[in-house]
Antibody
Framework: EVQLVQSGAEVKKPGESLKISCQGS????????IGWVRQTPGKGLEWMGI????????RYNPSFQGQVTISADKSVSTAYLQWSSLKASDTAMYYC??????????????????WGQGTMVTVSS | DIVMTQSPDSLAVSLGERATINCKSS????????????LAWYQQKPGQPPKLLFT???SRKSGVPDRFGGSGSGTDFTLTISSLQAEDVAVYYC?????????FGGGTKVEIK
């Protein structure tokens, strides 16, 4: 079964760092882009950025550039989203999702066919 | 950024009746070189991640019931549920993948009347 399994919910204080994970299984992890999507009640679904584990290529939404870092470890088929200094406004549900397009990093715009279950991040003093 | 605007925000439909959701993009999603519309539809049920229903505006994904239909081109798109079932209660989103940043509509909540 093709699936993405995300790490568990996190409760952090403003200014703390955080790295959440997304492990892929049932497919060739290095052949597919993995994107990150933020969901909040106020702003809905927002595409944060995307990474291609095969060559570590990344693309960021300008709205999130510099605020988060997307990475991957091919050896454990896991993608990561990390913050160096959290803000209360980072409180949200975060999903990883696999891009439909596969085989190379030539194109990074497509729909998402497989989604992780989500990681709830709460930032509060 | 391409802005995706969905309407209505919510709708209540009787079981067995038709539900129609609209999605409008701020620029055309039709790519002339391949004549494809770069538009996807998702369904999200409470407590679950979004589920992909359609790509290329009207290409139904495997396993999606045929009471769901996707149509439209350019800047105007529609998701139709021809005969609403109880299990269709969800929020539906459109998403453009014409270019980065990928953007989603605000969602349409479908409920039973």
């Amino acid at each position: 079964e093709v699936q993405l399994v995300q790490s568990g919910a996190e409760v952090k204080k403003p200014g703390e760092s955080l790295k959440i994970s997304c492990q892929g299984s049932g497919y060739t992890f290095t052949n597919f882009w993995i994107g990150w999507v933020r969901q909040t009640p106020g702003k809905g679904l927002e595409w944060m950025g995307i990474g291609y584990p095969g060559d570590s290529n990344t693309r960021y939404n300008p709205s999130f550039q510099g605020q988060v870092t997307i990475s991957a470890d091919k050896s454990v088929s896991t993608a990561y989203l990390q913050w160096s200094s959290l803000k209360a406004s980072d409180t949200a549900m975060y999903y990883c999702a696999r891009l439909v397009y596969s085989g190379s990093s030539r194109r990074s715009n497509d729909a998402f066919d497989i989604w992780g279950q989500g990681t709830m991040v709460t930032v509060s003093s | 950024d391409i802005v995706m605007t969905q309407s209505p925000d919510s709708l209540a439909v009787s079981l067995g009746e038709r539900a129609t959701i609209n999605c409008k993009s701020s620029q055309s999603l039709l790519y002339s070189s391949n004549n494809q519309n770069y538009l996807a539809w998702y369904q999200q049920k409470p407590g679950q991640p979004p589920k992909l229903l359609f790509t290329w505006a009207s290409s139904r994904k495997s396993g999606v019931p045929d009471r769901f239909g996707g149509s439209g081109s350019g800047t105007d798109f529609t998701l139709t549920i021809s005969s609403l079932q109880a299990e269709d209660v969800a929020v539906y989103y459109c998403q453009q993948y014409y270019n980065n940043p990928l953007t989603f509509g605000g969602g349409t909540k479908v409920e039973i009347k």
